[in-house]
Structure formats: structure tokens, C-alpha cells
């Protein structure tokens, strides 16, 4: 009998579902019909809820202007790299088969301005959007927000403006997300700086995303370094304003400038490496960080901001809470491009949902609550928006910062950007390969009892033996590896394993320090 | 009691001829038949997909052969300590299950004691916990303020750090706790084969149980001990998502993981994945050198009934007691994600239990549209890559035990390979494949080959390919511990080699091929990177897919994916009772003969 119902319970089980969904939709699924509409095939790590409304949208917005209805093919086979892998082989592919290239897939949408600018674009896996500079220039009249390019824009030798390959459709920002009721618990002031996540209290407890995979939260980290480097710059304008009122290409030329500067850059690593001494984890998952903030694991993190916003929305602002770190935000475009190898009709159908998700019924399609006006039908998408005029009219808005005042007050700067690539195989090297012995380096140190004992060798773990001078070398060897045509992995690969060679001898040695100074106390 | 063989009905219809004899001598015309089309599965559906993928680990830009980037990793401390790391964290894994799970095997074999049917069964649960969800559930079990800290009583100003603090105590501790039912399974299935008369004989001879135990039960099973001990030596060699969990980034699977996904082309991990493999295939060998070789299984196979002893008062109690303890501690990510997914959003902090309960995250999981599609897609993917993988399977296990094949070691070897082989290796190397077609063939390619189009022909081959090792592991101890004999004395009566396979071999080996089956389906219904991969296109995602995106929603994402995972482990858990159930039924039916 008992082996009947555990069977019959398994049938129950199996049919439940269908039972309860039947019961729960009282109006069958009217699928749209895809007879006599365009198709469009996206590749997006966008989520259903994204993917969704677009589509609703894109087919309405379509059927308006050309009287006939827009169907959206989406392909998701994951996040980003997944993405870059799936374009890299199909045209591999077609290379080998000796095909002209022809995309299966004609628009790549979401993924970080990174990934279109610094995988996709220069892999030429994009083709020029081909769009009406009109439509562009309306939608984002500044090509540049702080410093960060909000669509592909590039001037080709004899100064003219290139065609875009990609142009951003919302904005995304990073910023820090804690727990305020962790915080109190502390006795801790809440954090506001980038600098307040480096507090040997929050050994442990601080949540980031990992440099190597994702590449806003690089930059990210890359806000955090540039920061340091403006601060001692302004020290140095400071102590010397005549150089300050000169025109910027005298400054490096002015003595002890450019050791200001390096000095800034060595702080900003140090800060950045306490960081990633508290670390709890380094994650891939960009949800990850608000949702252990909203249970207590993590006290504070890296995160995204619309990811944190609705945690915080959702569970409460006392367990989570975003904060854009003073003057020091990373805001970065979530860009769409168009595949090389799209032509006639279907280029035609691309361009256009391109023109759709820059106007501006699709921009607070981003932002506007469920059920409002013009907004989506189920779920807030809550992204903000790239054009900078639907910002003037927040009506029925899911959140009102404008992240357009909270880039002011800081400017990337292109020449310290210009580092990013070669910066971040040492974060690689200094946090993951290094991590067991920086993470044992620092338990010893915070073992020290004595207060000015600690400090000094906290300040001396942060004190990383790398200058920026030794990031130009390095940079300047790759660029004659790289023009030789010799094996620039291996070469990659061999420079980052002896950097965290360094790096873990460097731990080591502190930790030894961290053991001599306990010993002599208890003596 | 004692009962002959029935003799098969009719008179024999054939003279007996050599090659009438099934799986003597030489390999026959059928067993090379048969090898070739093993060997054509393997290198279609498993060396060629690696390959396309690991190549980039030995090659040079120009396309020719290095072994530079090997060479690499064996001059880079951090990735040889994690290949050492990796190493003897599997063998402590693989020491305590067998620790663990042989006691409880035998206890239930022997025993009847209080709710002994249900328990056996429920051990086996623990194995089917959902993916993504299930490592939140995990996670929040031992977060800061979680269930247990709270329990406990524990914690200071941050609560306690169970993640932070058990480190390796704790990844070996999850690991023996997810993965012991593997060895249970074929321990039970290897104790219920053997023949009680030889137990029995040892006894009246004056052995202690002791002596019996190790002189006589161990030997007898140890084609089961071998089977359970290398699926799980090396799934845990090759655990990516516990040492994860833990922040334990110095084993090589997390290694391999990190920079494979590392937006740097880097052909280090390639390389790595390829010692990996290296690696798992020597542990194997070591495997079989220990425990797996020789083995004569001319008189195990039972022809009496187990009768087993029945417990009762404190005895029955204390009998069960055992089971209940490893089945609650193994259970308390599933129990997780259960109250996940009835807690209102945000309702479980700093308490036991959730503050606040609702049923709308099983409304809102039931009007996606993801999700109904998704429960259909994947029984049917994971109900024919089982077919599919018992009768490949089958055939390995056929010609690895009972034939001459040259070079049927390396077979069996290779059947283990897509145990250690990273998922998302072998995933991308299908979606290679797929492309490559595509482009060759253009408008000639078949459908079922393009993954981009139709994925779930390359979903079911993916997930059969990836659950042989347990099916082939499981029908090799089977036809071990199933005297040849049997089968000779039906092919002397006349009957061809379909029907020895049909009336003799399989019922004899049943309870290892469900044993089997039922790994290879429930993990194929709980597959990752091959369905995150491959099924790109919505109309085809699998349940592990459509959990992944649930997951993924703002807000209330974590819940409504929680409830999807709660209905996929409630039905594959009644399936494991159900078969654990018929299982013992038949096993009674079978070997009493």
C-alpha cells in the first residue's frame, strides 16, 4: 500500500502545477501572432522582465510608425562572457568555412559599456549603427558624462568623429550598499567614502565583485584609484597654485608633480588592497552583494545601484541601504550594438528598435512604476534612463536620483583611465592569487593588541611594493610584445604570476612583523 | 529455501555454437559492433566537444601544437596548490561518505527496525537540492545570523562567521553531506547482491561478525565500494560550487572557474582543465589498482533471500536513530529553501525561522510563463537522456566486464571522463560544435544540430553524456557481482544473446541500473551549464534555467525561484521514494529464486 502512495503522491505532485495553473489564469495565453511582423534576433544577458516589456513595447512603438507589428527572437545563453563567446565562435566559425560573415544574431543589447567597447568593438564584431545623427544627438547630446562616453565615440587621425558602433540606452552606477542596522551594532558612523569600506572592524564582512569579471565593477575600483590620484593632485595644487592655474599640459612638466600624482595612486592601491583585505568574497553575482547585506553576512559591499535600491525597497532601510560615494561615483552606459554581417531588411528592422530604445517612451520605459502611464505592465524595471531630458518630468517615476548630478564634482580622466588595462591584472595578482596569504597576513596583524603597533602595520600591508612607474614599464613592454607579434599570453600569464609571487612574499613578510611584535608583547 | 533456475519455455532452438555463447572468448562480430558504437558516442558526443575547447590550452596563435601553457602551470605555486588542495580534500570526502553511508548500508540491509523503508529512502533525498537556490538556502543555513547561529545562541557584534570560519571543516563537511547517497546507493545495491549462505557459512564455521564482515561482506561488495568511492572521489575533486560557497579559491575547479571567466583571454585554465582531467583519470587508476581489479564473481549472487533481523523497543529506536541524525543535518539547505520560499520577502533576518509566511511566491511562480514551459522541457530532456544513458551505459559495462575487447580498461576510464570534465567546458564545446555545423553545412544543417534554433536534441545528448559515469559505474558493479555462470546456463538451454540479456542478465542486475537511472535523472532534471548555455531560446528552457532567471528578478526573485526549486525537489524526492520503494520489492522478488 505504501508503495501505491508514494506513486499516487508522485502523480499528484507531477500534475499540481498544471491543476493549480489552470485554475489561477482564467483568461487563455493570447500569444501574439508573428504572421506578417518583422523579426529581430537579440542576444541579451537582460533579464525576462526586461526582455519582456521591450518586446511589448518595440512591437506596439513598430506597429504605430510602420503599421505593422515587431517580433523579438531573444537568445540568453548567460551573462556577458557567455555572450562574447557565443558571438566569437559563430564568426570563427564562418571564418574557417570561408563564409562572408552573416549574423545569426542581429543586435547585441546589455552587458556593460566595457564589453561593447573593449570586446565586441575591437574583436569587429559590431558594424556602425548607421543611425540618424539627428536621433543621436537628440537622445545624448553630450557624447561624455565625467569623463565616461556614453556612446562610441572616436575621432579617426585627421580629427574627424568616426561613425558610432555603439551607443549606451541606460546608465548604470556603483556605489556602496551597507547595513545600517550592522552599522549601529558597531558603534560605526555610516559609510559614505569609498575609504570607509577599508575598516579592520569589517574584516570579513565587506561583499565585492570580482575585478576580472565584471567590468563596471572594475571600474569601480578604478573610481576608488582616480580618487586618490585627485586627491593628491589637489594637495599638490595646494601647495603649489601657480601650477594649478597653468594649463594642464604644463602640470606633468612642473617638478614633483608626476610624484604627486604616483604618490595618489600608491594610496589608492593601499586603500584598495585594505578593501580587498576585509573582503568576505569576490563574486560574479550581482545580486549576491545586496542580498547578503539584507541578511547580515556581508555589513557592507560593492554593488549596482538598481540591484541595492529595490533590496533596500523591499526588505526595509534599516537592514540595506545605497549610498553614492562622495564625488567619487562609477556611473557607466548599458550600451546596444548592431552585429556585423546584418544587412538589407533585417539591418533595417535593428536600426530601428535602436532609434526605439533611444526615444523617449522607451527611456521611462526604464524607470516608470508598473502600471503607469507609458510604464511597464508587471514588474519596475528601474533603470535610469541615458537621456538626460526625461529626467526633467519624474512623474510616476520608481526612483528620482538623477545620476547626472551625481556625476558632478569628479571627471574621469582619460590619461589615468588609460591604466585600467594594465592596473587590473595587478588587483588579479594582489586579491585572488595572493588571497590565502593576504587573508592570513591580515588575521595576524589584527591579532596585535596594541593600538599604534596594529596601525603601523596595517598602513605597511596596504604600503604594496609596486609604484606607478612600474605599471608604465610594464605597459610599455606589453606594447613591444603586442607590436613583435610574439606570445602575448604567455607573457600576460607570466607577469601576473610574478607579481603575486611578490605580492605574497610581501604578505609574508608582514606577517612575520604582525608574529614578532605579538610574541615581544607577550613577553 | 533453494530453487533451481526456471527453464526457459520451448525447446532450445539452436545448436550451441561458440559464438551462441554470450560475451566469451574474444571479442564476437556483436561486441565489436557494439564497441564501435560506444566509441563513435564517445568521440562524437565527449572528445570532440572537449577538445574544441581545451585545444585553446595547447595551441599557439598560429594554430599549432605547445605545451607551453602546461608547462605554465606546473611552475605556478598557487594553481599546484590547488591541484594538492583539490586532492586531499576528495580523499577525505570520499573517506568519510564511505565512513558514513557502509555502517547505515548495512544496518538497513540487515535490520528491520522502525520505519526502516521510509528512512533508507529519505537518506537519498539530500542529493536532490536545486541549483542557484539551493546555494542561497546553503548560505543563509550558515549566514552570520542565521538559523543556526541563532540556535546556538552564538555570535558578537557580527554575528558568527560559520562561512568565514569553518573554511576547508566546512566544505568537507557540505560535500560529505550532499554526496553520500551516492555511495549508499551502490552500497545498498552491492549488500543486497551478495549471497547471506556465504555470510552465514562463515559463521557456522566459528568467524566472529567481525571477521565475516571484513573477510567475507567486504570482498563480496566490493565492486559497489569501488563504484560509490570514484564517483565521489572525484566529483568532489572536481566540486566547483561548495568551494565557492566557502570563498576557498585555491582548489583547481574554482581556479579553472575563475579564469575561464575571466574577461582576459587567457589559455591558462584550458590548460588546466586538461592536467584536470589528467589528474582525475590517475585517481581513478590509483582507484581501480585499490579496490576494483580482479574481481571473480563466480558465487555472489544470492540464492537465498535476506531475511533481515527485526529490531524492536529502544533497539528498533536506537537503530533509527543513526538515520534520523544524518538525514537532518543533510537536509537543512533543502529545508532552507522550502522556508524561503513561504517567507514573505525579507521576513527571515536574525530569527530560527522566517517572521511572516505567504503562498504568493508560488502564485507569482506559477503565472511566469517561464515556468510551466520549463517543467515539461525537463522531463522530457532528463527522461530520455536517461534512456539514453542506460543503454550506452549498458553497453560500456558489457564490454568493460564481460568481454576480451583490447583496450576495454581505457573504456571504462573514458566513461568516467564527463564526471570530471568542468561543465562549462563541456557545454561550450557543444555549442562549438553546433556553430562549426551550422557554418559547414549551411542551410543543409539538420534542426537537432542547431543549438541556437532547437537546443533539445544537444540538452538530452549533453546530460546523458554527463550522467554516464553513474550509470556505467553502477551496471559494471552489477555484472561483477552476477556470476557468469547464470548466463552460460542460459545460452547451453539455447537461448540467443537477446534473450540472455533480456530474461537473465538484466533482471539480475535491475536494482544497480535503477540505482543508476535514478541518479542520472534526477541530476539531469538538476543540470547547470549545459541548460544555461545551451538553451538560449525561452520556448526551451529546462527548470535549472528558468530558476536561474526567477533568480534574477528584482525583489522577490531569490522566493519565486525558491518555490520552483521546492516543486522540482518534492517530485524528484518522491521519485527517489518510489524507486527506493519498488527497488526493494523487486530486489525480495528477484533474488529469492
Redesign the interface.
Known sequence: MQRYFTLILWVAVLGLPFALRAMLSTDPDSAPSDAGSVRLVIVTPHNQDIRREFARAFDAWHRRHFGIGATIDYRTPGGTNDIKRLLELTYRAQRQAGRAASADIDIAWGGGDYFFDVDLRPAGLLQPLGIDPAVLSAAIPEPTLAGVKLYDFRKDKSGQVEPPAWVGICLSSFGIVYSPDLYRTMGLPAPKRWGDLTHPELAGAVALADPTHSGSAAVAYMMVLQRAMADAEADYFREHPQVASAPKAAWTKAPGYDAAIARGWHDGMGQLLLMAANARYFTDSASQVPNDVSIGDAAAGVAIDFYARVTEESVGSDRVRFVSPAAATAITPDPVGILRGVTGERLLTARRFVEFLLSPEAQRLWILKPGSPGGPLERGLRRPPIRRDVYVDQTHWSDTDNPFQAAGGFNQRAEWMALFGDVRPLWAAAWLDGRESLKSAYATVLAVKDEPTRAALIARLADLPITMADVAAQRAQRKKIEAAGDDIEQWKVQSRMDWAKKFRAHYAAVADAAEAARKAANR | MTRTHPLPSGPPRRRLRWSALPWLGRATPAQALLAAGVLVFFALFLLWPIAQVVWTGLA??EGGFTT??LA?VF????LLAGLWNATWIALIVTALALALSLPLAVLGVRYDFFGR??LSGLLLVPLVLPPFVGA?GM??VF????PLTQLFGLGG???F?W??RMRVFGIILVEVLHLYPIMLLNLQAALANIDPAMEQAARNLGASRWTVFRRVTLPMIRPGLFAGCTLVLIWSFTELGTPLMF?Y??VTPVQVF?LI????????PYALVVVMLAASTVLYVIGKLLLGRGFDAATTKASTGRSAKRLSGWKSLAAAAPFLVVFAMAVLPHLSVILTSVSA??A???SILPADYTLDHF?QA??D????GS?RNS?LYASAATAIALAVGLGVAVLVVRSRLPGRGLLDALAMLPLAVPGLVLA?GY??IS??F???L?ARAPIWLDV?EFPAALLIIAYAARRLPNVVRSAVAGLQQTPRDLELAGANLGAGKWRVLRRITLPLILANLVAGGLLAFAFSMLEVSDS???A???AYYPITKAIW??????????HVASALGV?AM??LS??I??AN??LG?RMGAIFRM
Open positions: 599557439t596563435k607551453r601553457y605554465m611552475r605556478d605555486p598557487v523503508g521510509l542561497i548560505r543563509l549566514g552570520r545570523y542565521g557584534d557580527l554575528g562567521d562561512l568565514g570563498d579559491y585555491t575563475k571567466t575571466d574577461v582576459a583571454d587567457n589559455p591558462t520577502t525579507g527571515w533576518y536574525k502564485r506559477l503565472l510563463d517561464l515556468v510551466m517543467i522531463l561550450f555549442l562549438a556553430i562549426h551550422k557554418q559547414l549551411g541556437q544555461l548555455i545551451l538560449q531560446k525561452a532567471e526567477l533568480s534574477q528578478r528584482l525583489g522577490d526573485g531569490v516543486w518534492a517530485l518522491l521519485t521514494l518510489a520503494g519498488l520489492k
